[in-house]
């Protein structure tokens, strides 16, 4: 009889041992199934309050929403793109972002070394066959915003800072300046290149300077430099337009509106077609304003009526239709 009973408890346990190692197994196979993105972030990296930040919440949505595991890299943890992206391809990432055209270099570099891993280059066009490009038409969401400083300026002076003198910053500028001069032909377009995307005081300084000479609004392009100005525009009690996510809150009573560079929303389409369909677009992914790639933030701080907002978007619609050039 002891013998039956002692059977049956090693049946038993034997079997919760089987259940619990079951149970083990699916959630490991989960986890080894998900999806896993490795990103190495632009040379301010996180907290620059614009580029770095926005492609971040991409990745937290696609993780909340799409199931994605997901790693990153500063230039402040490996000191190269090179070795930063390197770390991510031998971590076992199905995907490894890199972001900026400043990394491309690196990025090519390591994605020759890997030729089956799988690549996402931001803000610059690759060739290589593993690497997926996604660019954005900032000269586009750039005319729109020079739309609103030429409508919102009382001195017919605007400013535009970039943060380097660069192919893609001078999408930003040139599409501004059409835009200004499109309402406004007689305005001036003051235009300085900081040569830093990271500080906060020369953005600052060189606000400051512009102002000093009549304008009263600018335009930064050059992330946490361009903040610098934003705040020293409401210092001055003028007006500024922020640049890549809505820039409003850092300085609530200067910043018109911004020029919103979807990022997220690229990463994360680009992830759910991954997740969904198992592979990336080929080639280059081009975002506008006809795609949501670009646009504009809310508008703030000055008064705004209906014949100014219609303006908008009749400009918006001449853009998308080809009417008018940006570049």
């Known amino acids: 009889m002891k013998q039956q009973k002692h059977i049956c408890l090693i049946i038993v346990l034997i079997s919760l041992f089987s259940i619990v190692a079951g149970c083990s197994t699916q959630e490991a196979t989960k986890k ?17 309050q ?5 492609a971040f919440r991409g990745l937290m949505k696609a993780r909340d929403e799409l199931g994605i595991i997901f790693d990153y890299r500063e230039l402040s943890d490996t000191k190269t793109y090179e070795q930063g992206l390197k770390e991510l391809a031998e971590e076992g990432n199905d995907i490894v972002i890199g972001l900026g055209f400043m990394v491309q270099e690196d990025l090519e570099k390591v994605a020759r070394q890997y030729p089956k891993q799988r690549f996402i280059l931001i803000d610059s066009v690759s060739k290589l066959k593993n690497v997926t490009s996604i660019t954005f038409k ?62 906060e005081k020369l953005g600052a300084t060189i606000a400051k300077e512009m102002f000093q000479k009549g304008c009263d609004i600018v335009y ?26 809505d820039q409003y809150f850092y300085a609530e009573k200067a910043v018109v509106t911004s020029m919103v560079k979807n990022v997220d929303v690229a990463l994360f389409t680009v992830l759910k077609q991954y997740v969904t369909k198992g592979d990336l677009p080929s ?21 705004w009526d ?10 918006k619609q001449k853009i998308i239709n080809g009417e008018v050039t940006t570049k």
């Open 32 to 48: 080894k199934d998900r999806i896993k993105v490795g990103i190495m972030l632009s040379d301010v990296g996180l907290g620059d």
């Open 138 to 199: 900032e000269d586009e969401g750039s005319f729109l915003t020079g739309v609103v400083a030429a409508l919102t300026t009382k001195t017919n002076r605007v400013g535009f800072i970039g943060g380097d003198d660069v192919p893609l910053i001078r999408k930003f500028e040139a599409g501004f300046e059409k835009g200004v001069h499109a309402i406004k032909p007689s305005a001036s377009v003051n235009v300085v290149y900081a040569g830093d995307f990271g500080n």
């Open 50 to 54: 614009s580029f770095s930040d926005s």
């Open 220 to 245: 930064a392009a050059a992330g946490l430099t361009g903040v610098g100005a934003l705040r020293e525009a409401e210092a001055h009690g003028v007006y500024a337009i922020g640049v890549d996510s």
């Open 306 to 315: 209906e014949h100014k907002q219609q303006l908008i978007e009749q400009w």
């Open 283 to 303: 080639g280059t992914v081009q975002l506008g304003l006809a795609e949501n790639g670009v646009g504009l933030a809310q508008i703030r701080a000055v008064p």
